[in-house]
C-alpha cells in the first residue's frame, strides 16, 4: 500500500505531463528550497510551469518510489527533448513538500549485461530490516566507493548475485572492482570523496554522494537493493555539478 506522501508526490510528478494547477498543492512555494542549480527559484510558479510544459508533450514515469521519514525519493524516467533518468528527492514539513533534491542523466545502455537503467526489482520487502540496509549500504559507501578498500567487497557483495543495471558496467563484483580501478591521466576516473545523505526503505537505500568523474566535480546518485544481507542490485546517475558562476539559486547542489 502507497503512503498519502508518496501518491502526492506521484501525482506532483505526473502533473508535468497533464499541467493539472491541482497537482502542486502538495509544495508550499513559500517554504520551497530548490536544490537543482541550474533552476531558478520562486521566478515562475509551479503551476504555470507544468502548465507550459505540459504543452510540449512531456512523459514522466516513476519507476519507483520510496519513503523514509520526511522524505520521499522516487526513481523517474524522463522524455522531454531527451530521454533521461533522475533520482527526486522531497522533504516534507507539516504536511507539504518544502525542499527538493534531484540528479539527472540522459538515457544510456542498455550495458553490457543487457541490462537498462530502470528495470529490475520494484517490490519493497524487508521493512524491518530498513536500518540495517542502510548502515550496510552507508559502510559500502564509505569503505568500498571513498576509502576504496576493495579487498572488502565480499562483506558486502555476492559476485555472483550483483545485479548491476549501470550503463557502463556489467554483473558481478569483478565488473565493479574493474570499473572502480579504472584510471584516467589525472588519477581515478571515478572518485567518491563525501556521502551527503542515505535515504531507506526495507531492502531499497539511495545514497547521494559528491566526487569527481574524469577529474570534473560530479553528483553520485546511488540506489542499491539489499537481499540476504549483501548489495544485490544497484542502479546510478551521474551529473555533472554546474559551476558556482553558472548557478540560478544559491541552495547548493547537496
Same mark, same amino acid.
Given at each position: 500500500?502507497?503512503?498519502?506522501?508518496?501518491?502526492?508526490?506521484?501525482?506532483?510528478?505526473?502533473?508535468?505531463?497533464?499541467? $493539472?494547477? =491541482?497537482?502542486?498543492?502538495?509544495?508550499?512555494?513559500?517554504?520551497?528550497?530548490?536544490?537543482?542549480?541550474?533552476?531558478?527559484?520562486?521566478? +515562475?510558479?509551479?503551476?504555470?510551469?507544468?502548465? @507550459?510544459?505540459?504543452?510540449?508533450?512531456?512523459?514522466?514515469?516513476?519507476?519507483?518510489?520510496?519513503?523514509? *521519514?520526511?522524505?520521499?525519493? *522516487?526513481?523517474?524516467?524522463?522524455?522531454?527533448?531527451?530521454?533521461?533518468? *533522475?533520482?527526486?528527492? !522531497?522533504?516534507?514539513?507539516?504536511?507539504?513538500?518544502?525542499?527538493?533534491?534531484?540528479?539527472?542523466?540522459? @538515457?544510456?545502455?542498455?550495458?553490457?549485461? *543487457?541490462? &537498462?537503467?530502470?528495470?529490475?526489482?520494484?517490490?519493497?520487502? /524487508?521493512?524491518?530490516?530498513?536500518?540495517?540496509?542502510? =548502515?550496510? %549500504?552507508?559502510?559500502?559507501?564509505?569503505?568500498?566507493?571513498?576509502?576504496?578498500?576493495? $579487498?572488502?567487497?565480499?562483506?558486502?557483495?555476492?559476485? +555472483?548475485?550483483?545485479?548491476?543495471?549501470?550503463?557502463?558496467?556489467?554483473?558481478?563484483?569483478?565488473?565493479?572492482?574493474?570499473?572502480?580501478?579504472?584510471?584516467?591521466?589525472?588519477?581515478?576516473?571515478?572518485?567518491?570523496?563525501?556521502?551527503?545523505?542515505?535515504?531507506?526503505?526495507?531492502? !531499497?537505500?539511495?545514497?547521494?554522494?559528491?566526487?569527481?568523474?574524469? &577529474?570534473?566535480?560530479?553528483?553520485?546518485? /546511488?540506489? !542499491?537493493? %539489499?537481499?540476504?544481507?549483501?548489495?544485490?542490485?544497484?542502479?546510478?546517475?551521474?551529473?555533472?555539478?554546474?559551476?558556482?558562476?553558472?548557478?540560478?539559486?544559491?541552495?547548493?547542489?547537496?
Amino acid at each position: 500500500m502507497t503512503s498519502k506522501r508518496k501518491d502526492q508526490i506521484h501525482a506532483l510528478l505526473k502533473g508535468i505531463e497533464s499541467g $493539472e494547477a =491541482a497537482s502542486v498543492a502538495v509544495v508550499n512555494e513559500a517554504k520551497y528550497i530548490q536544490h537543482n542549480p541550474g533552476t531558478h527559484e520562486g521566478s +515562475e510558479g509551479l503551476a504555470a510551469l507544468f502548465k @507550459r510544459i505540459s504543452k510540449t508533450s512531456p512523459r514522466v514515469n516513476i519507476v519507483r518510489i520510496f519513503e523514509d *521519514g520526511d522524505y520521499i525519493f *522516487g526513481h523517474t524516467e524522463y522524455d522531454f527533448a531527451n530521454s533521461n533518468i *533522475g533520482f527526486e528527492i !522531497f522533504r516534507f514539513e507539516e504536511g507539504q513538500a518544502v525542499e527538493h533534491w534531484d540528479n539527472i542523466q540522459r @538515457r544510456q545502455g542498455p550495458n553490457l549485461s *543487457g541490462r &537498462s537503467m530502470v528495470d529490475g526489482h520494484t517490490e519493497i520487502t /524487508d521493512l524491518h530490516l530498513t536500518e540495517v540496509n542502510r =548502515a550496510k %549500504v552507508q559502510s559500502f559507501v564509505e569503505n568500498i566507493l571513498i576509502k576504496r578498500q576493495l $579487498e572488502k567487497l565480499d562483506d558486502y557483495l555476492d559476485n +555472483e548475485q550483483l545485479t548491476q543495471h549501470s550503463p557502463h558496467i556489467a554483473d558481478g563484483a569483478e565488473a565493479l572492482c574493474s570499473a572502480l580501478n579504472s584510471k584516467s591521466e589525472q588519477g581515478y576516473s571515478l572518485a567518491y570523496d563525501r556521502v551527503h545523505r542515505v535515504l531507506a526503505e526495507g531492502n !531499497f537505500i539511495l545514497s547521494v554522494s559528491e566526487g569527481t568523474k574524469e &577529474s570534473v566535480h560530479t553528483s553520485f546518485y /546511488d540506489l !542499491f537493493r %539489499v537481499a540476504d544481507g549483501k548489495i544485490a542490485e544497484h542502479w546510478d546517475t551521474t551529473e555533472t555539478v554546474l559551476p558556482r558562476n553558472e548557478w540560478k539559486n544559491n541552495n547548493g547542489k547537496f
